[in-house]
């Protein structure tokens, strides 16, 4: 596992767009999966997107299909969130593990993840 910095939250309203973006600084991402978590005040962390390298795909959660897209290079993943909605508020953090699969990270990060960095605050107003 690599703890990733995350960046690129903000106030946004509702319907806006929001390009997140992790990375560490001296790493590259080259045979890591990499996910992006987000944990809503009160909420359990969820899974929202995962990629994987070369032909492993990608998973996005059913609640940020259609408007969330993941992509890595070798040193940073991006998630672009459009049209947003108040129900995305909260903190998202990025990591970077050796996994299974994206799915398999998103849906059972525990499995994976034994640390988290702080995330970076994203906060859609209606």
């Known amino acids: 596992q690599v703890l990733l910095v995350e960046s690129g939250g903000g106030l946004v309203q509702s319907g806006g767009s929001l390009r997140l973006s992790c990375a560490r600084s001296?790493?590259?991402?080259?045979?890591?999966?990499i996910g992006w978590f987000r944990q809503a005040p009160g909420k359990e962390r969820e899974g929202v997107s995962c990629?994987?390298?070369?032909?492993?795909g990608t998973y996005y959660s059913d609640s940020v299909k259609g408007r969330f897209t993941i992509s890595r290079d070798y040193a940073t993943a991006y998630l672009q969130m459009n049209n947003l909605k108040p129900e995305d508020t909260g903190v998202y953090y990025c990591?970077?593990?050796?996994?299974?699969?994206?799915?398999?990270?998103?849906?059972?990060?525990?499995?994976?993840?034994?640390?988290w960095g702080q995330g970076t605050q994203v906060t859609v107003s209606a």
């Open positions: 990591q970077a593990v050796y996994a299974h699969s994206p799915r398999r990270l998103c849906r059972d990060y525990n499995d994976y993840v034994r640390r």
């Open positions: 001296g790493y590259t991402l080259d045979g890591y999966i």
């Open positions: 990629i994987g390298t070369g032909d492993e």
